[in-house]
């Protein structure tokens, strides 16, 4: 069972920057694939970015040139730093990974991007 913790997350102003991480825990699992998430108020769950033990990364349009993703496969952690932040980024970012355990949610972390 792979457990997942994000923390980072917070209020910032548009243009602002943050990172979040996230740390998978647990044991008798390898993570092949790691990802964020983002849901907004009366939205549904979308795809934000996810990076592969390969190091091949993948960005959904809206944060592509604005966020990064990076992970260290061998300390089960993953990150995204989101610069210029914009009121539409304003979402809960759940971190995702893909192991031979299955898949794994955190439960989530605010991002709230206000003036």
């Known amino acids: 069972q792979v457990q997942l913790v994000e923390s980072g997350g917070g209020l910032v102003q548009p243009g602002g920057s943050l990172r979040l991480s996230c740390a998978a825990s647990g044991s008798g699992f390898s993570i092949y694939a790691m990802g964020w998430y983002r849901q907004a108020p009366g939205k549904q769950r979308e795809y934000v970015a996810f990076?592969?033990?390969?190091?091949?990364?993948n960005y959904a349009d809206s944060v592509r040139g604005r966020f990064t993703i990076s992970g260290d496969f061998a300390k089960n952690t993953v990150y995204l730093q989101m610069n210029s932040l914009k009121f539409e980024d304003t979402a809960v970012y759940y971190c995702n990974t893909q192991s031979s355990s299955g898949q794994s949610w955190g439960q989530g972390t605010q991002v709230t991007v206000s003036s």
């Open positions: 990076i592969l033990s390969t190091n091949n990364r």
